[in-house]
């Protein structure tokens, strides 16, 4: 799927949400990782590729409040991601 910036989207299964595309401390950041429930809505802010993997730097929501973070494409594959 083809993801644009500005656009929205929904997801449909648990999604894992990255707080940094290239942490400083990987380890650390693995804590750091909140997974986003089924049918929660992301805006598209920026796109990226690292590792021939493309990045989705997203606002959605985690616990009923805002949060900023990365997807990346392959958590997103098979989920029928709808533009919402």
């Known amino acids: ?15 894992p949400l ?3 595309l290239d942490p400083r401390k990987p380890m650390r ?6 997974y986003i429930r089924p049918g929660i809505r992301f805006k598209v802010i920026d796109l990226a590729t690292k590792r021939t993997i493309q990045w989705i730097k997203v606002e959605t929501y985690y616990l009923e409040q805002p ?7 392959i958590a997103l594959v098979g989920q029928d991601i709808a533009e919402s």
């Open 18 to 20: 990255m707080p940094a």
């Open 29 to 34: 950041s693995i804590k750091n990782i909140k």
């Open 1 to 15: 799927m083809n993801y644009e910036i500005g656009k929205t989207y929904r997801i449909r299964k648990f999604t």
């Open 67 to 73: 949060i900023v973070g990365w997807f990346n494409t």
